[in-house]
């Protein structure tokens, strides 16, 4: 048991000698471009089982998310019904 204690102090004190011999890895966050986003505001809406499968079926063919597809939907109804008026 001693000897076990011994070389585990011999290594304590040989770790704190020695330089590490491998190069450290410095770690760089990567830039990114900040993007101006507009507030955001919850909307909870109920809306017919058949609407939200056919919802979730398009987002997932074309790789869109349910808030994308909602904002989108949105703001065309708006404007649509702006430029009748």
């Known amino acids: 048991m001693t000897d076990y204690k011994d070389k585990l102090g011999g290594l304590a004190d040989k770790l704190k000698k020695e330089t590490p011999k491998t190069p450290i ?39 869109r998310s349910l808030k994308d597809i909602s904002i989108e939907a949105l703001k065309f109804f708006l404007n649509a019904k702006l430029k009748k008026s």
């Open 25 to 63: 890895q410095e770690v760089h966050p990567v830039r990114q471009n900040v993007i101006a986003k507009e507030d955001e505001a919850q909307l909870n809406v109920w809306i017919p089982k058949g609407l939200l499968k056919r919802i979730k079926s398009y987002g997932v063919e074309y790789d």
